[in-house]
């Protein structure tokens, strides 16, 4: 049998063990976005511009809402709470007719509205801290 303390100290260092996988994953995903965001270009494309404006307006929205356009295939996604993003691959943003288009950024400025991305960091750290805990993932 193992003594009290030494099964605390077992279980500490198991604890910190996965509190730490789970920040490098968080970092190196955090990293992987800043290379997309800084590859991705700032559309020129006043028709896209004029739609995120039009968006935010619609939503009482006064933030600066930037919009990056990517060669990578992910998203539509929102990220950045202090300067908010909007990711569009480029698929997208050529292959979609204008009222698309409009839905996907519509839809996109209300989780900027809600503050998911801020939602989604705590999250993070909340299963970061429970990794145990199956219920953390819910």
């Known amino acids: 049998t193992i003594p009290r ?19 490098a994953r968080w970092l190196l995903t955090s990293i992987a976005l800043r290379r997309v965001l800084s590859q991705g270009e700032v559309p020129q494309d006043s028709e896209l511009r004029r739609l995120v404006d039009e968006a935010c307006r619609r939503v009482k929205l006064v933030r ?11 998203g539509p996604a929102t990220c950045g709470f202090l300067s908010p993003k909007i990711i569009l691959p480029r698929r997208l ?7 698309e288009l409009e839905m996907v950024i519509a839809h996109e400025v209300e989780h900027i509205r809600r503050f998911d991305f801020l939602l989604v960091m705590i999250a993070r750290v909340a299963v970061a801290l429970h990794w145990y805990n199956p219920l953390a993932y819910y």
Do not use: M, Y
């Not at 303390?5 to 920040?23: C, I, M, P, S």
């Open 5 to 23: 303390a030494r099964f605390f100290q077992l279980a500490l260092v198991a604890w910190l063990g996965g509190v730490t996988a789970f920040a």
């Open 64 to 74: 600066h809402v930037r919009c990056i356009v990517t060669e990578k295939e992910l």
């Open 93 to 99: 943003a050529d292959g979609l007719t204008r009222n």
